[in-house]
């Protein structure tokens, strides 16, 4: 079965720092993958998608991920964070043969002024 | 473009009650619609799918006659708690999937339930 491992449960940077998310799977073909975030007692909103070509996928609010098949990872980045990116931030795959979202456990993250 | 919204965005019960949560795709067709459950500081559990026309399918160990999911329309999709409790208090997600060249899904905002 596909699984989603997000290694970081609680990542804290300084405002301007740079920021790296850790997110790996598991699945045998190409995998459809998916990073979302979530403010405190909010929905997801989508930050980008990856589901072929390009293996560097540009997102919105400045994100980016790249998709690495050697290291089955999914690492969502950010040059310069912003305090408002501070949130819950969920890796997600779809499992082969259905239509569901495989969430990995999330990375919460604080951003200091 | 591909809204979606929840309602009741907050709703409080008393035990023994039942409460209905809507889910919207606002601007897009949704033949199959999902109901999440979140636990505090925790991740998303799926609790079913819910297809337009059809019977909801539910992931093993959600109780069928508890959660009721109805899918009438391509645009709405609701999940009944009946007979709440107040080990069912949580944080009820719903999401639309956009049939497009990459599917994708569309959350809405939460439902957050508490049953006294």
């Known amino acids: 079965a596909q699984s989603v491992t997000q290694p970081d449960i609680h990542i804290t940077v300084s405002e301007g720092a740079s920021l790296e998310l850790r997110c790996n799977y598991s699945y045998g073909a190409t995998p459809y993958l998916f990073w979302y975030v979530q403010s405190p007692g909010q929905g997801l909103q989508l930050l980008l998608k990856?589901?072929?070509?390009?293996?560097l996928v540009q997102g919105i609010k400045g994100f980016e991920a790249e998709f690495k098949r050697s290291q089955s990872s999914f690492n969502l980045r950010k040059p310069s964070v912003h305090w408002s990116d501070a949130a819950e931030y969920f890796c997600a795959v779809v499992e082969g043969g259905t239509d569901k979202l495989i969430f990995g456990t999330g990375t919460r993250l604080q951003v200091f002024p | 473009g591909a809204v979606v919204s929840q309602h009741p965005s907050r709703v409080i019960c008393k035990s023994g009650t039942s409460v209905k949560i809507e889910c919207r795709s606002l601007?897009?067709?949704?033949?199959?619609m999902f109901w999440y459950r979140q636990f505090p500081k925790q991740s998303l559990m799926l609790m079913a799918t819910s297809n337009e026309g059809s019977k909801a399918t539910y992931e093993q160990g959600v109780e069928k006659d508890k959660f009721l999911i109805n899918h009438a329309s391509l645009t709405l999709s609701t999940l009944t708690v009946t007979s709440a409790h107040p080990e069912d208090s949580s944080f009820y997600i719903c999401?639309?999937?956009?049939?497009?060249?990459?599917?994708?899904?569309?959350f809405g905002p939460g439902t957050r339930l508490l049953v006294l």
């Open positions: 999401s639309a999937r956009y049939q497009g060249p990459q599917e994708t899904q569309y």
């Open positions: 601007d897009f067709q949704a033949t199959t």
């Open positions: 990856y589901f072929s070509g390009d293996t």
